[in-house]
């Protein structure tokens, strides 16, 4: 998969993950009380798994792929608040995204 599209899938299973799993406990809440179980709890685990899989899913089953040689390419950043990039295992070929992770802080 290409590294521009590897990120921007990642992305965007993320983002639904949180939405779809958050939502459905949200929905749910009515019930969940009624059974016994924390609704809170519930619905914080619900987003850290929506959230955590996608980005396991993209990190070890589908991965970026090398333009140079075709290799596997790992998503990595630089610190907080580094643009997010990827580095070829194989020859070192580095491209850098257009996402940061983090946010810069006002000093």
């Given amino acids: 998969m290409?590294?521009?599209t590897h990120?921007?899938?990642?992305?965007t299973g993320?983002?639904?993950?949180?939405?779809?799993l958050g939502g459905l406990v949200a929905v749910s809440s009515d019930r969940l009380e009624s059974a016994g179980y924390p609704t809170d709890l519930v619905f914080f685990l619900a987003?850290?798994?929506?959230?955590i899989v996608p980005r396991l899913l993209f990190a070890f089953?589908?991965?970026?792929?090398?333009?140079?040689?075709?290799?596997?390419?790992?998503h990595k950043t630089a610190g907080h608040s580094r643009p997010i990039y990827y580095h070829c295992e194989r020859c070192g070929y580095r491209e850098k995204t257009l996402w940061t992770q983090g946010r810069d802080m006002p000093s």
């Fill in 61 to 74: 089953v589908f991965r970026a792929t090398c333009p140079k040689c075709g290799s596997h390419a790992i």
């Fill in 14 to 20: 993320m983002v639904l993950g949180v939405v779809l």
């Fill in 2 to 4: 290409r590294i521009k």
């Fill in 47 to 51: 987003i850290n798994v929506g959230w």
């Fill in 7 to 11: 990120i921007l899938y990642m992305i």
